[in-house]
């Protein structure tokens, strides 16, 4: 039910080029709502790695809850040592 337009662009790939005997086309299709500004569609076919596809659903314009932005109440901040992995100062 959204407005979209699309595109879809073809690569061929001449025989010979990778060690191929024959051209491999390569197609990527894209569906971009205009109205969400967002892929809702794409999918990309390779016969060297299959098609993959990539849908937007279940769109709900509605405003999120509230809670979904909130900091949980057992929240609390650690800090670690400067000789543990992933160790960032609070301050630079």
């Given at each position: 039910g959204l407005q979209a337009e699309g595109?879809?662009?073809?690569r061929?790939?001449?025989?010979g080029e990778i060690g191929n005997a024959k051209p491999i086309e390569v197609v990527t299709?894209?569906?971009?709502?205009?109205?969400?500004?967002?892929?809702?569609?794409m999918t990309h076919t390779d016969p060297m790695m299959g098609t993959m596809t990539t849908k937007l659903s279940n769109i709900n314009r509605a405003?999120?809850?509230?809670?979904?932005f909130q900091v949980p109440?057992?929240?609390k901040i650690k800090t670690g040592k400067p000789?543990?992995?992933?160790?960032?100062?609070?301050?630079p």
């Open positions: 595109t879809r662009v073809t061929t790939i001449p025989a299709e894209r569906w971009i709502s205009t109205d969400l500004q967002m892929p809702v569609t405003e999120p809850d509230a809670s979904l109440s057992d929240y000789d543990e992995p992933f160790y960032m100062p609070m301050k």
